[in-house]
C-alpha cells in the first residue's frame, strides 16, 4: 500500500496541536506527560521518515513499532499505541493504532514472542534491609529526609508519586502512630481518596519519629512534606520530585553495600507486600495498606518472596 507523504510543517505542528486535545481525558498527570511525550517521538520519526502522523496509515504505524522493537519493551509499544489512537480520536479520525489491524496486531505479536512480556521487576526491600539501609544514613538534614521517606515509604506501602504529593496537612499524628491521607493516587485519579495508618515502631526504625524529626529539622509545618536539600543543608520550599524518590532508594541502598541496579522507588512498595505476607498478614489487610484494587497485583509483589512458604518439596522427606 502506498503510504501518505508527510504534511509541510506547519501541517504538522497543528496536527501536533489537535493531538494535544487528547491528554484532558488522561487519567492522571503521569500518563498526560507520557501520551504527550509518545505523541512527539511518534510525529517526530514520522517527519523524519516523510511520512503523514495524522491521519496515520496502520502499516505506518507497524513500521513505526518494528523500528523501536530492538530499543523498546512491549509494554512502552503498548503505550505509545494508545497514544497514537487517542491523538486521531482527538482530531477526528479513526485509529490507525488498534491491534485488529493486521498489520498492527501482527508486528505487536511477533514482537513480544521475541521478547516476551514478562514486565522487569526490581528486588523488593525487606525489613532486615531497611534497617541496614537506615543505619547507613548521614546524621544530616538531608539523612533525615531520606530516613523519614524509607521508613514512611515502606511501612506505608506508597507509590513514588504518593510519597511526593504528600502535603503537611495530609498527616495526622495519633497516641497509636500516624495517619495519612492519600489524596490522589494512580487508581484514584479523581481524588476520592484514602486514609493509611503508620502504627510507631521502636528505636531507629520507627517510621513515625523519622517523619517528626524531618519536619522538625527542616523545618515543615504547611505545604509540601518532603523538599529537596541544597548544598547549604537548608531545606527548599519545592516539593521533591517523584523521581527524586526512586534516586534516594538506589543511593541509599549503594550506600549500605547492596546492589543499586537491583533496586528502585517500587521496592519500598513490594517489601511491604512481600514482608508483611511472610509474617502472616493476609493478602486482604495487605490490599487496605497499599490501596490495590487488584488481587492479582498484591500476589504478583509476593509470589517470589512467598516460594518457599509452605512449599509442597519441603513436606517430601529429602
Request: charged share 25%; net charge positive; aromatic share 6%.
Amino acid at each position: 500500500m502506498k503510504l501518505p507523504t508527510a504534511p509541510a510543517r506547519p501541517a504538522l505542528e497543528r496536527a501536533a496541536g489537535r493531538a494535544r486535545d487528547f491528554i484532558a481525558a488522561a487519567k492522571s498527570p503521569q500518563t498526560i506527560r507520557a501520551y504527550r511525550s509518545d505523541w512527539r517521538h511518534f510525529a517526530a520519526w514520522c517527519e523524519t521518515a516523510g511520512i503523514s502522523p495524522l491521519p496515520a496509515a496502520p502499516e505506518t504505524v507497524a513500521m513505526y513499532l518494528a523500528d523501536l522493537a530492538g530499543t523498546h519493551r512491549p509494554s512502552t509499544l503498548a503505550r505509545r499505541l494508545a497514544a497514537i489512537g487517542k491523538a486521531h480520536g482527538a482530531a477526528g479520525f479513526e485509529s490507525p493504532a488498534k491491534l485488529g489491524h493486521a498489520a498492527v496486531g501482527e508486528t505487536m505479536n511477533g514482537i513480544r514472542r521475541v521478547k516476551g512480556t514478562a514486565p522487569s521487576v526490581k528486588t523488593p526491600l525487606l525489613t532486615d534491609d531497611i534497617r541496614r539501609i537506615v543505619a547507613c544514613l548521614p546524621p544530616t538534614l538531608a539523612g533525615a529526609r531520606d530516613r523519614a521517606i524509607l521508613l514512611l515509604g515502606f511501612a506505608g506501602g506508597f507509590r513514588r508519586s504518593e510519597l511526593a504529593a504528600l502535603d503537611a496537612a495530609d498527616l495526622a499524628f495519633t497516641a497509636e502512630g500516624l495517619i495519612i491521607e492519600i489524596r490522589f493516587s494512580k487508581t484514584d485519579p479523581l481524588g476520592r481518596g484514602r486514609k493509611t495508618a503508620i502504627p510507631a515502631g521502636s528505636g531507629e526504625t520507627c517510621p513515625v519519629t523519622a517523619v517528626r524529626d524531618w519536619m522538625s529539622r527542616a523545618p515543615v509545618a504547611a505545604g509540601p512534606l518532603f523538599r529537596a536539600v541544597d548544598r547549604r543543608g537548608r531545606a527548599a520550599a519545592k516539593r521533591l520530585h517523584r523521581d527524586s524518590i526512586g534516586a534516594i532508594v538506589k543511593r541509599s541502598a549503594a550506600a549500605a553495600g547492596l546492589d543499586p541496579s537491583q533496586y528502585a522507588g517500587h521496592s519500598l512498595r513490594s517489601g511491604l507486600a512481600t514482608q508483611a505476607y511472610l509474617n502472616g498478614a493476609s493478602e486482604l489487610a495487605i490490599m487496605r495498606q497499599t490501596g490495590h484494587k487488584s488481587m492479582a497485583m498484591v500476589r504478583r509483589y509476593i509470589r517470589d518472596g512467598s516460594l518457599f512458604r509452605d512449599n509442597p518439596a519441603s513436606k517430601l522427606g529429602l
